[in-house]
Structures are given as structure tokens and as C-alpha cells.
């Protein structure tokens, strides 16, 4: 098992930027794949990015690509979402999630564990 939490969410200005981090509780972390999904109000979580155990491989959803970057550290159990150049539509909870079966997966049910979440704000 492992256990998920999320930091680092805030309230910036269009423009700006934030790193999220996802601290895993654990000693097998890197044989999760991690991924960060975010859910709007009103709206169904949606995929943002994906790293595999390695961390070598990543995948991104469309309007992120290039503007957020996913990463990991295995050493301290964390995985990163550094996300810059905000968008007022970028506001969300976001959440990480682990997967210990399989390759990467853009879809919620493919994770098994979930953190609580971090809210990101971004004003115009």
C-alpha cells in the first residue's frame, strides 16, 4: 500500500508559475507509475501527466503539454508537477495517484491510491 499527499497548491496570478509536490509513504515507490489528474467544479477529473517507476517516461495531456512538466525523485518518495505559464482554466484540485499494475494509463480507474488533494487557483 501506499499513502499519497499533495502540497504546494495556491493562489497565483494568470502567468505564474507552481510546483506541486506528492509526498508517498512507503518503500516501494518507484515501482509505482505515478500520475497527477485535476477535477474542476462541476466538471469529471481529468488526466494531466503520467511517469513511469523510472521516471524516465512521460505522458501529457494535450493542453499541457509543454507548459507543465512531471517528475520524480525515488529517493524522497515524491513526484513533482511544475506547472508554468497558469491559466485561469487551469483551476482545480489536483491530485496524484499511484498505479502499481502495468504500464501508464490516462484513466482514473487504472490508479488504486489517491492523495486528498491541493486546490490551484489562477485569477485573470
Known amino acids: 500500500q501506499v499513502q499519497l499527499v499533495e502540497s504546494g497548491g495556491g493562489l497565483v496570478q494568470a502567468g505564474a508559475s507552481l510546483r506541486l509536490s506528492c509526498a508517498a509513504s512507503?518503500?516501494?515507490?518507484?515501482?509505482?507509475?505515478m500520475g497527477w489528474f485535476r477535477q474542476a467544479p462541476g466538471k469529471e477529473r481529468e488526466f494531466v501527466a503520467t511517469?513511469?517507476?523510472?521516471?524516465?517516461?512521460?505522458y501529457y495531456a494535450g493542453s499541457m503539454k509543454g507548459r507543465f512538466t512531471v517528475s520524480r525523485d525515488n529517493a524522497k518518495n515524491t513526484v513533482y508537477l511544475q506547472m508554468n505559464s497558469l491559466k485561469p482554466e487551469d483551476t482545480a484540485v489536483y491530485y496524484c495517484?499511484?498505479?502499481?499494475?502495468?504500464?501508464?494509463?490516462?484513466?482514473?480507474?487504472?490508479?488504486?491510491?489517491w492523495g486528498r488533494g491541493t486546490q490551484v487557483t489562477v485569477t485573470s
Open positions: 495517484a499511484a498505479k502499481s499494475r502495468g504500464g501508464a494509463s490516462f484513466y482514473t480507474t487504472s490508479y488504486g491510491y
Open positions: 512507503g518503500r516501494t515507490f518507484s515501482s509505482y507509475v
Open positions: 511517469i513511469s517507476e523510472s521516471g524516465g517516461t512521460t
